[in-house]
């Protein structure tokens, strides 16, 4: 059983958990993620790792409630456990793979968009740690909608925050930012964008016109985490690759994102969910 030892709500329907699980806080590097289950026939929710720490066994998770699943994790509270939190899963980012000098040689942007500040803090201060400064893009719908930007201003080279209404920092979508930046004489080596995947698919399309690698971390449905069901298989340089094994991150100019968005489209009924299964 897992401990949760501290639970915020960030703002509406976005909360934080700090989670007891002191061997997954032991190994687990940025980039990769958990499974957790509430109970033994509970949905197996796939969450980035947020933060951790090794000293005091703990697993930051960051969640929005959008499903039946997700709603029921909210209503944990500090002092109540998980059943299941599995981990680490999947490959870390190749950003701490990579030797340090190559990594520090390059110009990093990243770009979060929603909750996906949350897998990409992680990576901005695991580069802090190592004296490298990353640029980033926060965006949100709102204000309001707006997560860790104190947290990431702390990390981050230079924070760009953007809202779509224009309620808060800049004015637009991530995209519009990018642009700018690069108008303005930026030049970067390697843009790592996490969000919806509409986000990163748009991401993706401005990037490859600007010559900017791209990697993006896809968190599709899963089930096992393993390998082994192929909930979450998707499609990368034309190859079916399962993000729970083979990613989380990939070549964002290689994903078949008009894929992945209608699995995850047809996921959402119990009709779709089985349509699934059957071609697997
Ligand atoms: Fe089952 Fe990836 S979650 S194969």
């Not at 079916?240 to 994102?257: L, R, S, W």
Request: aromatic share 6%; glycine share 10%.
């Amino acid at each position: 059983m897992y401990k949760i030892v501290k639970k915020q709500e960030l703002t509406t329907n976005i909360y934080l958990m700090e989670v007891e699980a002191k061997r997954v806080a032991k190994t687990c590097e940025p980039g990769q993620f958990v499974i957790v289950r509430m109970d033994s026939e509970g949905e197996r929710i796939p969450l980035t790792i947020c933060d951790y720490n090794r000293e005091k066994g703990t697993i930051t998770i960051v969640f929005q409630t959008v499903g039946a699943g997700t709603k029921m994790m909210a209503q944990l509270e500090e002092g109540e456990y998980f059943h299941d939190f599995v981990g680490p899963l999947g490959r870390p980012s190749e950003l701490v793979e990579q030797p340090l000098e190559e990594v520090k040689s390059k110009k990093i942007l990243f770009v979060a968009g929603g909750v996906g500040a949350a897998p990409v803090y992680p990576q901005v201060k695991w580069l802090h740690e190592h004296g490298i400064a990353a640029d980033v893009i926060v965006g949100s719908k709102t204000k309001d909608l707006l997560i860790l930007e104190k947290e990431m201003e702390s990390v981050a080279g230079n924070l760009y925050v953007t809202t779509d209404d224009g309620s808060y920092g800049r004015s637009g979508m991530v995209t519009q930012t990018i642009k700018d930046l690069v108008e303005e004489g930026k030049k970067y080596d390697l843009c790592i964008a996490i969000g919806p995947m509409i986000m990163m698919k748009f991401v993706c399309l401005l990037t490859k016109e600007l010559e900017i690698p791209t990697v993006v971390s896809l968190n599709p449905i899963m089930v096992d985490g393993t390998g082994m069901c192929g909930a979450c298989r998707v499609t990368v340089g034309g190859k079916v690759k399962f993000a729970c094994v083979d990613g989380p991150e990939f070549d964002g100019h290689e994903v078949n994102f008009d894929e992945a968005m209608r699995r995850q489209q047809i996921y959402k009924t119990a009709e779709g969910r089985a349509m699934l299964a059957l071609e697997e």
